[in-house]
């Protein structure tokens, strides 16, 4: 089982930035394919895919991220970030942490964090 802690969430103004982290650990045998990635869900709306990432490194971004956001990983220290700039209020949710053995995204595969808020806000 893999337990994954967020970090780097808070408040930020309009066309500010923000990055998050999320470190993986592993009870048993850690996957090295796999795909680490952020999630999020805003009040009243689905949880949906921001960006992933394959140990591949192969990326994937939601249409209303791409050029604002920029996924990496690191994978000797088993940590995936999220540069998140030029934020708009409506990049406001809460966001989770996920990984998932294989290539995949989206769906709720895989495990998650507790997640991190991020609001922005004037």
């Known amino acids: 089982q893999v337990q994954l802690v967020e970090s780097g969430g808070g408040l930020v103004h309009p066309g500010g930035s923000l990055t998050l982290s999320c470190t993986a650990s592993a009870s048993g045998w850690w996957y090295t394919r796999n795909t680490m990635g952020w999630y999020r869900q805003a009040p009243g709306k689905q949880r949906e895919l921001v960006a992933s990432?394959?140990?591949?490194?192969?990326?994937k971004y939601n249409d209303s991220v791409k050029d604002r956001f920029t996924i990496s990983r690191d994978d000797n220290k088993k940590t995936v970030s999220l540069q998140m700039n030029s934020l708009k209020v409506e990049d406001t949710a809460v966001y989770y942490c996920?990984?998932?053995?294989?290539?995949?995204?989206?769906?709720?595969?895989?495990?998650w964090g507790q997640g991190t808020l991020v609001t922005v806000s004037s």
């Open positions: 996920n990984f998932r053995t294989g290539y995949s995204s989206g769906g709720d595969s895989g495990s």
């Open positions: 990432m394959t140990s591949g490194g192969t990326p």
